[in-house]
């Protein structure tokens, strides 16, 4: 009896252990404790990149008169605040190294001039600027994308 | 030839009603980053709906009640309630998502921004389930809803490589750029999307709204049968555009109005306002459902009166509880939570939810105390079986995988 005993007690201390190590494990497998300030950082840069992107594609549509004036102008404002959330959560990163500084410092370099590309756009389309013209702006917008591919090493 | 039309505007209108915003995000977004590696999915997610749908309608057409009432009275108020607070759950991020995704596709179209369009959505969704026949709302929203057909001719239109997009789905590979964690936590979203739980729940109460006999158990197998697969399809027209568009240009879906781009580049202009006209209705039509399965869930549950064919006089809790529902959706959303990003969470922890959906159906549909002779056959409750344990594993693993991955990012 005590016997049956004892095993199940191990048997519970058992299950009691796992269930107590699981959530332990699955909570520093997540991403922002596994890969730390590099990964934050190249996560924002593919999510910057995207939104870049975007924009060029829904520029491209507006020029070639397939879409509307206000569906890009949504496409500029959404591909902006995307970059935008980026900056802050880039911004507010503690650097580890010189090599995350230098991350950190492209990054926002770069969001910065994509931000302001996609504001110019937006009143572009809105009629409130004639210069730059959009083609213009779709180089710079690709531009700052191929930098980033570039500089951010 | 009257019975022929009811039939194919059921069908229709189950085409049209099947997609809501957590499918259209959730294909766009597994598109545009998986191609189609992920196509497999959405077949199982369909195929587990059409099961379990059309069971919960048997249900309702042979016993005349609604799934919810006879899980209280069949398995007690314990389990019904653990069925509830699952359910009920689930249930309020949809309606914020689906609010929030009627206020995003209506922001596509005008100058106005989402914030400003939530209150006027809310407001449209009360006033069509106080005013509205049910028949008519379900209609009017299936058939608009029917204008998403366009990702499908823009798949066309896109000229894709159909050997690429084929090969992509039948020898599903994960890209590069994406882990294993992130595949299943998609797919289990992709899954999660397809087999929402108040699907059943409103096809169930809809069933008993609609006065169903087991005379109309005919039409209610083709609904689901025909109507459900053809509305997969347009799933995958929509994975298809993001695949063939925004993957290759390395776009990664994270609004609604990305999910524009492969329609403008295939159609452009009149191509927008389809979607626009599409998104609205589909949308707007779960709203409209998730809304009111809020209603049905509590009213069966305690045993109020309910349904839209009383009077709303005669069923006063069941449209209080609706309206108080739509009051806290649209003031989460007006805290400016992002739309987006609570269908994305709606449609993984429907997984999570789903074991405690759908184990009570099928503990109900074989109750020969409820159903007589027409119980699930055991064909039927093999493959249910077979669909419960997929359904307990994709539970199972909704958690740790939204840890792992950062909730897919």
């Known amino acids: ?153 | 030839m009257s019975k022929l039309f009811a039939v194919a505007l059921g069908v229709l209108t189950a085409i049209g009603g099947f997609l809501d915003i957590g499918d259209l995000v959730t294909n766009a977004v597994v598109g545009s980053r998986f191609g189609m590696a992920l196509a497999w999915v959405i077949p199982v997610g369909v195929l587990g709906i059409c099961l379990f749908a059309n069971m919960a309608g048997r249900v309702a057409a042979v016993s005349g009640r609604a799934t919810f009432e006879i899980i209280r009275e069949r398995l007690g108020p314990r389990m019904a309630a653990a069925n509830l607070g699952a359910s009920f759950f689930i249930n309020l991020m949809t309606v914020t998502a689906e609010l929030g995704g009627v206020a995003l596709a209506l922001r596509l179209a005008t100058d106005a921004g989402p914030l400003m369009w939530v209150p006027v959505a809310a407001f449209a969704v009360w006033l069509v389930i106080w005013r509205v026949g049910f028949t008519v709302m379900e209609n009017a929203t299936g058939l608009l809803g029917l204008s998403l057909i366009v990702f499908v001719i823009s798949v066309f239109l896109l000229q894709p490589d159909w050997t690429q997009l084929a090969n992509q789905a039948m020898a599903p590979a994960i890209p590069e750029s994406e882990s294993g964690a992130t595949y299943w936590y998609y797919a289990i979203a992709l899954f999660g999307a397809a087999m929402t739980p108040y699907e059943v729940f409103f096809f169930s109460s809809g069933a008993v709204e609609e006065h169903w006999t087991v005379e109309d158990l005919g039409t209610s197998r083709l609904n689901v049968l025909v109507g459900f697969p053809l509305g997969g399809l347009l799933s995958l027209a929509i994975a298809a555009c993001a695949a063939t568009v925004l993957l290759p240009a390395q776009i990664e879906v994270t609004s609604l109005s990305e999910i524009a781009l492969p329609v403008l580049a295939a159609g452009g202009k009149l191509a927008l306002a389809f979607l626009i006209i599409g998104v609205v209705a589909a949308t707007f039509g779960a709203a409209l459902e998730t809304t009111l399965s809020s209603g049905y869930t509590l009213a069966q549950f305690f045993g109020w009166a309910w349904g839209k064919f009383r009077r709303p006089m005669a069923a006063a809790r069941f449209h209080v509880v609706m309206l108080v529902v739509l009051v806290a959706c649209a003031s989460a959303l007006c805290t400016g939570v992002d739309p987006i990003a609570v269908t994305e969470y709606s449609v993984v922890f429907s997984a999570i939810a789903l074991p405690l959906t759908y184990l009570p159906i099928l503990i109900v549909a074989n109750d020969p105390g409820y159903m007589g002779e027409r119980v699930n056959g055991a064909v039927l409750n093999a493959a249910a079986m077979v669909y419960l344990v997929v359904i307990l594993l994709a539970a199972a693993a909704a958690i740790p995988l939204m840890i792992v991955t950062g909730a897919g990012q």
């Open chain 1, 1 to 153: 009896m005590s016997h049956r005993r004892a095993d199940r007690l191990r048997r519970l201390t058992a299950v009691a252990v796992a269930t107590a190590i699981l959530p332990v494990l699955v909570l520093t497998s997540c991403p922002d404790q596994r890969d730390g300030t590099p990964g934050q950082l190249a996560g924002v840069k593919d999510d910057t990149q995207s939104a870049a992107r975007a924009a060029n594609l829904a520029l491209q549509l507006w020029s070639a008169g397939r879409s509307t004036t206000q569906i890009a102008r949504v496409q500029l404002g959404d591909a902006r605040d995307q970059v935008v959330t980026g900056y802050e959560t880039v911004a507010a990163l503690p650097a580890d190294d010189a090599i995350d500084l230098n991350r950190q410092r492209t990054l926002l370099t770069a969001m910065s001039s994509l931000i302001a590309d996609l504001n110019t756009a937006d009143m572009v389309l809105r009629g409130a600027l004639t210069i730059p013209q959009i083609p213009v702006l779709r180089m710079r917008i690709t531009e700052t994308t191929t930098i980033l591919d570039r500089e951010y090493r």
